[in-house]
C-alpha cells in the first residue's frame, strides 16, 4: 500500500511503515517517488508513504534533507539507496516479523 500525505507524529501502524520525504525542489525526488512505488509492489505487508515536504504544515525536526527514507520512525538513509540495498534492509526486517 502507499499513500501520501502530511506527517503525523504519534501515528501507530501495526504494520511496518516506510516513510520517504520528498519536495519539489528536489532533483532526486522523483526517482526517490519511483523508488517507493516499486517496494509497495514488492512488499504488499509495507505501509509506503511519500511525503511531500512542500505541503506538510510542520516538518519533522529530524528532516534536514531531501530525500529521505525513515522506517519505522528511525532515518535508514538520506538520499537514494541502491534498490538492492532498500529491498535487502526491508526484507531483513519483514523476515524478522513475528
Known sequence: MMTSREPFQ???HAAPVLQ???AS???MCDEAER???TVAGQ???LI????DLDRAVTPPSEIF???TYVLNRRVCFL???EPEELCALLRNLLDDEP
Request: glycine share 4%; net charge negative; charged share 15%.
Open 10 to 12: 504519534e501515528e501507530q
Open 20 to 22: 520517504v520525504y520528498v
Open 25 to 27: 525542489h528536489c532533483p
Open 35 to 37: 523508488l517507493a512505488r
Open 43 to 45: 512488499f504488499p505487508q
Open 48 to 51: 509506503v508513504e511519500v511525503i
Open 65 to 67: 534533507a531531501v530525500p
Open 79 to 81: 538520499g537514494n539507496p
